[in-house]
């Protein structure tokens, strides 16, 4: 059972960045396609933005796109998110997320392995 823990959450102005890491317990990470979600205040979890393990293509929500990128050090087993021109409306606990088998990758039901979720607060 993969175990994933999030890191780099906080308070932080509009405009500022924050890189959000993800670590995992396996070696079996690079071979999982992974994905960063989102939960703001009252409503459901959404989808951010995921990586494949096989080239590394990425794919973001329209709201994040060319704000935040997501990366991936599999030497390290570590998944990343920098967020950079963070907005209010960005405000959420971020959850990174593991698809081992491949499934669509936009829905949170597809991930199998989960994090704790770690706060990330942007002030106006």
């Known amino acids: 059972q993969v175990q994933l823990a999030e890191s780099g959450g906080g308070l932080v102005q509009a405009g500022g960045s924050l890189r959000l890491s993800c670590a995992a317990s396996e070696r079996s990470f690079s071979h999982y396609d992974m994905g960063w979600f989102r939960q703001p205040p009252g409503k459901e979890r959404e989808f951010v933005a995921a990586i494949t393990w096989r080239s590394a293509i990425t794919y973001y929500a329209d709201s994040v796109k060319g704000r935040f990128t997501i990366s991936r050090d599999n030497a390290k087993n570590t998944v990343y998110l920098q967020m950079n021109s963070l907005k209010p409306e960005d405000t959420a606990v971020y959850y990174c997320?593991?698809?081992?088998?491949?499934?669509?990758?936009?829905?949170?039901?597809?991930?199998?392995?989960w994090g704790q979720g770690t706060q990330v607060t942007v002030s106006s």
């Open positions: 997320a593991a698809n081992p088998y491949g499934r669509l990758i936009l829905i949170p039901v597809n991930y199998d392995y």
